[in-house]
């Protein structure tokens, strides 16, 4: 099997997600009626946007990296099925996911099957960057850890 994403690929998807991910809660934001949910999705938002700052410059120095692997292609085929679970690694998935949501309560559990997914593929993504850069992985992941907090909460009081 061929490598379906190189290290690079995989930070540029960890880049898409969080553009995504900012759309999706300035969209989401924008539609609440609910004061304390509308602050929580625009601080997400902005949360969202230094993450996409944080992986372009990861991005900037990821070489090629080839992973230690039971057989070739394992590591990137495990990238490529995380991927392609996310919702938010497409281009202006953000956007088109919060359109179709119909209340508050919808939206913090979308945030939270999202921030579940970011958290998973980041961990992933320390195999591809170099390491002086799992230090910076590492801090987003805890971010995406204190957001899904925040969404769990969020969720118990709405």
């Known amino acids: ?24 809660y300035e969209a989401v934001a924008g539609q609440s009626k609910d004061k304390k949910a509308k602050e929580m999705f625009l ?25 230690a692997e039971a057989y070739p292609g394992e590591y990137f085929a495990y990238m490529n099925a ?8 497409q281009k202006d998935k953000g956007k088109e996911t919060a ?31 170099p390491g002086y850069d799992h230090v910076v ?3 987003v992941i805890a971010q995406e850890q204190g957001h899904l907090a925040k969404l769990l909460e969020l969720k118990g009081i709405s």
């Open 1 to 24: 099997m061929a490598n379906i994403f190189s290290g690079s690929e995989v930070v540029e998807i960890g880049v898409q997600i969080e553009k995504n991910g900012k759309d999706f």
């Open 43 to 67: 601080f997400l938002a902005s949360e969202e946007a230094k993450h996409v700052l944080v992986f372009q410059k990861i991005l900037s120095q990821v070489e090629k990296y080839e992973p």
């Open 82 to 89: 995380l991927a392609s679970e996310s919702i938010f690694t």
């Open 99 to 129: 359109k179709k949501i119909k209340s508050d309560k919808e939206a913090i559990e979308i945030g939270i099957g999202v921030e579940k997914d970011s958290i998973v593929f980041y961990e992933g993504m320390k195999k591809v960057a």
């Open 137 to 139: 992985i590492d801090e």
